[in-house]
Structure formats: structure tokens, C-alpha cells
């Protein structure tokens, strides 16, 4: 083995184990990025100055809206990992859908799930639901970043071959006696601190004053983002490459770019809202 390669370091799945009893890593990605996710929300509905007036939910709304966001992430990547990803191992065995513990969850799956979350729930409260689009998108990258680190450390989603001389090149203990990419880091840093980082300089500038801005530019960016991720990942052995050697992943990231689009050209045609006059 070339003296450059890095074998992969052994992490127990586990992050808590009390006898039978154990919590994994993949599921405090979740906790973490939906707790950090809406603490980060609260910061951004209580600060008045990045909004055009008051913020457009209240935290007691925002607090409610949590568990209906979780749901959407839960039942949507479930979803859309057995639609996308597994769907004739499913139909074969279909008490396995119901087997969260045992991985499989997909981003664009739950997205949709968020969606159809911020479109019911600000459509009962009479929320713009642009603007809680903005929100939810302005804390994804959170969750993002925890998810792939948990990805690296279950050893799983690991990337395509590397040539040996790369010096983070790692031998994955599921992955052949070959050196491959780290692609869950590449993804942690593009999907997450990138994408965050960007999103946030964007809400100091007044973007949430542009309902739909934050949210076409998220969808836009994490779309361009995963595309160039799936270049170094592996993809999944029971789906490989598709269409002229693309992966599912870049298949439906694709739509993204084109709704991202729209949604930043009719957040900058619309405008901000002009601020409440008050009441003489």
C-alpha cells in the first residue's frame, strides 16, 4: 500500500450504547440539525432588520412548524430512497420500508417532503409561503453538514476510486482494497459550510427581505453542489450509472437548477415588500 493512502479510521456507528439500547451517529445528524437548525431559525425571525417589517411567523407558529418539518424530512427521504434508489427491493420486501435504523434516506425525497411541510402548514396559518421557504432553506445546510459527517463515519457513500497519489485518498473497509475519495467530506464542506456560508452573507444583505430569494437560491446552489459531488461519489451498486454516464443523484438535481433559477428571477422582479406604514 502507497505510504500516501489513509485507511480509514475505525468509528463505532454508535454514538450511545446503554446495553440493547444505542443511538446512532446517522440519527444525532438528524436531532442535531433540526435542533440547531431551529435555534438558528429562531436568531433569524427575532431579528426585525432582515425582514421588510416584522418577521412573517411568529416563534410560537415557528415552534410548531417543527414537528411538521421533521415529519416532511422523515416520510419525504424515506420515500424517496424506496422511489429512487431501492424501489424492486422494496416491492419484494415491504416491512423493510418501515426499517429507518437501517439507513437509506434521500436528500430530494426529503426536500419534497419539506415542501409539501411549508405549503400546508403556512397555507393553514396564512404564512407567505415563500418566506417560510426562506427559513427552512436557511437552516437545511445544518442539517446538510451533520448528515454527511454521519455518512463518513458509518463508512458508507464513499467515493469513487482516487489515484493513489491524492494524498487524502482513503481505503474504505466496504469499499475494496482500493484508494478512494473521501466524498462524504467533499459533500459536507460544498452542501453544508458553503452553502451555508453563502446563504447567510446573503440574509445580512437584505435577501429575506425578497420572499423566495434564500429559497431559489438554496435549491439552485445545492443543486449545482450535489452534481459536482456526484462526479467523486460512488454510485449506489443496485442503480450504477444511468444515462450517459450520469447518476440519480445528478438526474434529480438537474430540476433544481431550472426551479432555483425561476424562483431567484421572481424574487428579483417582485421585489421587497414596501415596510408597514404605521397607523397616524
Not at 454510485?235 to 430540476?255: E, N, Y
Amino acid at each position: 500500500m502507497p505510504l500516501l493512502l489513509i485507511n480509514f479510521p475505525s468509528f463505532d456507528p454508535n454514538a450511545i450504547a446503554i446495553g440493547p439500547f444505542a443511538i446512532r451517529w446517522y440519527a444525532l445528524a438528524y436531532i442535531g440539525g433540526i435542533v440547531l437548525g431551529w435555534i438558528y431559525a429562531r436568531a433569524l425571525v427575532k431579528t426585525d432588520r432582515l425582514w421588510s417589517g416584522p418577521a412573517p411567523i411568529s416563534l410560537v407558529q415557528l415552534d410548531d412548524f417543527i414537528l411538521w418539518v421533521t415529519l416532511g424530512i422523515i416520510l419525504g427521504g424515506r420515500t424517496g430512497y424506496v422511489l429512487f434508489y431501492n424501489l424492486p427491493f422494496f416491492i419484494e420486501h415491504p416491512a423493510a420500508i418501515l426499517k429507518l435504523w437501517e439507513g437509506g434516506m434521500s436528500f430530494h425525497g426529503g426536500f419534497m417532503g419539506c415542501v409539501v411541510a411549508v405549503m400546508w402548514f403556512a397555507s393553514r396559518n396564512r404564512i407567505s409561503i415563500l418566506s417560510l421557504g426562506d427559513i427552512t432553506t436557511a437552516v437545511g445546510p445544518i442539517g446538510l453538514f451533520l448528515g454527511r459527517l454521519a455518512n463518513f463515519i458509518n463508512g458508507e457513500l464513499w467515493g469513487r476510486a482516487a489515484d493513489p497519489s491524492l494524498p487524502w485518498a482513503m481505503i474504505f473497509p466496504t469499499g475494496g482494497n482500493i484508494p478512494r475519495h473521501p466524498s462524504q467530506l467533499y459533500e459536507a464542506g460544498m452542501e453544508g459550510i458553503l452553502l451555508f456560508t453563502v446563504l447567510a452573507v446573503m440574509i445580512r444583505l437584505g435577501a429575506l427581505k425578497r420572499p423566495g430569494m434564500i429559497l431559489g437560491s438554496f435549491i439552485l446552489i445545492y443543486g449545482l453542489t450535489r452534481i459536482i459531488g456526484e462526479h467523486f461519489r460512488e454510485p449506489d451498486a443496485q442503480l450504477g450509472f444511468l444515462w450517459g454516464g450520469l447518476t440519480m443523484g445528478m438526474l434529480l438535481s438537474i430540476p433544481m437548477l431550472i426551479v432555483g433559477a425561476i424562483l431567484i428571477v421572481f424574487a428579483v422582479r417582485r421585489g421587497a415588500p414596501k415596510p408597514l406604514q404605521a397607523i397616524r
